[in-house]
């Protein structure tokens, strides 16, 4: 009776398998591969400087050709650079002003914990409760901004992150070309 059980979850498992198999090759969605190497260039910070609500669908912009790929703040010059080279377009400079990395701080003493700042944050880098202090969790933080003007008391403040050895990063090199005389 025991083997009997088996025998039937058994193959009830592989048609389950077998049918799971099958959806996935008959209704596999297929992806832009560009969208998704401009994608993996862009910072994830899905605030929305460039004008679009995040970076995926300014990436799927830069691929059809709608958008400049100069928009992106956060990316910086180099963002810039890099999507110039996968793209093989000129490198323009950026369209904003680029700001050194920053992290949200929250000012513990005036907090009034409305969550306006929680709901506003694209990527979940405030945590707390209604009527409780609320905290950054600073490795989360893209410093983005968006968390700044909801808040009612401004006890929200941007710390620039300094440059340490766990967080640096090689600059792209800067060439000059000179002109021949």
């Known amino acids: 009776m025991m083997l009997a059980a088996l025998a039937v979850m058994a193959l009830g498992a592989v048609i389950l398998g077998a ?12 992806g832009d591969p560009l969208v998704e190497k401009i994608e993996s260039l862009l910072p994830q910070t899905q605030c929305g400087q460039c004008g679009y609500p995040g970076c995926r669908p300014y990436a799927e912009a830069i691929s059809k050709g709608e958008a400049e ?18 793209l093989g377009r000129e490198a323009k400079p950026l369209e904003a002003e680029e700001k050194p990395k920053q ?7 005036t907090c009034i914990g409305c969550t306006l700042c929680i709901q506003a944050c694209p ?17 989360l933080c893209t410093g983005c901004e968006l968390c700044l003007p ?21 600059k792209y090199p800067v060439v000059e070309v000179r002109k021949a005389a």
């Open 123 to 139: 990527v979940d880098a405030i945590v707390g409760a209604a009527k409780q202090l609320h905290t950054v969790v600073g490795p």
């Open 19 to 30: 049918a799971l198999g099958y959806a996935s090759i008959k209704f596999k969605v297929e």
């Open 150 to 170: 909801p808040c009612p008391v401004e006890c929200i403040a941007m710390a620039t992150i300094p440059e340490t050895v766990d967080n640096w990063k090689w």
């Open 103 to 109: 992290v949200a701080v929250i000012d513990e003493n």
């Open 69 to 86: 790929i100069n928009l992106c703040p956060p990316g910086g010059a180099e963002g810039v650079r890099k999507l110039a080279d996968l």
